[in-house]
């Protein structure tokens, strides 16, 4: 009965209230905030490109420097942007290790559109490849900034404040990319009718 | 004529994210306007194929996947024995607590600056013995010889809780990704990676090092 109702309070409390109670000496409340967000921090940097070993390390990293700086991160700064920052500032350095070579040219993605009147479905697994072959080419913080916004539906003033950018300027380079991709679909959107 | 949409409110249009008000106006302006009523249906479009089913998350690692990432998590970090944490709160101010060790490191490399090209570089014969990154397998090795180093031939504290307090605040702004943040980040260099390496013992040192000024 008690560890019922404790259980619904934990899974009340807001990560600020989280935060402070870990602050306060309940340390290990630190493991719900890393089951709430191991998942979406994984998935995250799997959608930046990175493989699974690498992301693994990383979701793993990004929790261990999250604690050992909490104390600085201030009240009224969203813990789950924060996470998110940490991880992509990890993850910079590994595509400043990577050679951009490895980037598939454009001709070879052949069409990469779902159309509607198509008869037959493209395969999901294909459309992934091609849309990860796009975001490939997206400058990082572009690709960033579409991640957050796109496949973790964030809000775009937590989008800017994980990426380091002012809320228009999140708006800007979200509005270039997205421009870029659409160029980049353009010529095989009129391939296909 | 120019355009009332700039990108902001466009993209604000496209997310769902506009005022109502907002939103008619735009609406009513991509009616009028072929070239807004050509980018929106553009950009709408690459919106509808990245949520579609090539959004989907790619491959998940099976459930005990999050169990192992979790528990090795707990064990670096809320598993570990709070005598550090207890001893910093003795000596620093709060906010400087948890940054310390972090701080301690990029210490380092602000004063291999100031020695190597800033204001304090040195003629040959003082040249204090700071040990190259590059040169040593361990980076807590080298910050921890590097700081004995400090202290042996500098007796500059005061320099040195400066050079630690500008090093600490680039430390948080780097940590939450503001600009000047990678300012002092070599490439593939991570502060928490060398300290991982340093044993206890070392570990005393940097703390009596880093905080006793
Ligand atoms: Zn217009």
Request: net charge negative.
């Amino acid at each position: 009965m008690k560890s019922q109702r404790e259980g619904r309070d934990l899974y009340q409390m807001s990560d600020e209230q989280l935060i402070l109670a870990i602050e306060r000496g309940e340390r290990d409340k630190f493991g719900l905030l890393v089951e709430s967000y191991q998942r979406r921090i994984y998935r995250f940097l799997r959608n930046m490109g990175l493989d699974h070993d690498e992301a693994a390390d990383i979701t793993q990293n990004t929790f261990i420097l999250a604690y050992k700086n909490l104390g600085s991160i201030q009240r009224n700064k969203c813990f789950r942007s924060w996470l998110f920052t940490i991880a992509a500032n990890q993850a910079r350095n590994y595509f400043r290790k990577r050679s951009r070579q490895r980037q598939v040219p454009l001709d070879d993605l052949g069409p990469l559109a779902v159309d509607e009147n198509q008869s037959l479905p493209v395969e999901r697994g294909q459309l992934r490849e091609r849309l990860e072959a796009l975001l490939d080419r997206l400058p990082l913080k572009q690709r960033q900034v579409v991640v957050m916004r796109v496949f973790e539906q964030l809000p775009f003033d937590e989008v800017a404040l994980a990426c380091g950018l002012g809320l228009s300027n999140a708006k800007v380079t979200y509005h270039r990319a997205m421009k870029k991709l659409a160029g980049w679909l353009g010529p095989s959107l009129s391939e296909i009718s | 004529m120019k355009c009332p949409i700039d990108e902001t409110l466009m993209i604000d249009y496209l997310e769902g994210c506009c005022e109502p008000g907002a939103a008619a106006q735009v609406r009513s302006h991509l009616e009028q306007c072929p070239a807004c009523r050509r980018e929106y249906e553009e950009l709408a479009g690459v919106r509808r194929m990245m949520a579609g089913p090539a959004a989907g998350p790619p491959d998940e690692p099976p459930e005990s996947f999050w169990a192992e990432n979790a528990r090795v998590v707990a064990e670096a970090t809320y598993l570990q024995p709070a005598r550090l944490e207890r001893r910093w709160a003795l000596r620093l101010p709060r906010a400087a607590m948890t940054g310390t060790l972090a701080a301690a490191a990029v210490l380092l490399l602000t004063l291999t600056w100031l020695f190597e090209s800033g204001p304090f570089s040195p003629g040959p014969e003082t040249v204090p013995a700071v040990v190259s990154l590059e040169d040593t397998p361990s980076v807590g090795q080298a910050l921890q010889d590097s700081l004995w180093m400090l202290w042996r031939e500098m007796q500059e504290f005061e320099m040195a809780a400066k050079a630690l307090e500008s090093a600490y605040a680039l430390q948080l702004e780097s940590d939450s990704g503001a600009a000047g943040g990678e300012l002092l980040y070599p490439s593939d260099y991570t502060v928490y990676d060398g300290l991982q390496d340093l044993n206890d013992e070392q570990v005393d040192q940097v703390i009596f090092l880093a905080a006793g000024y």
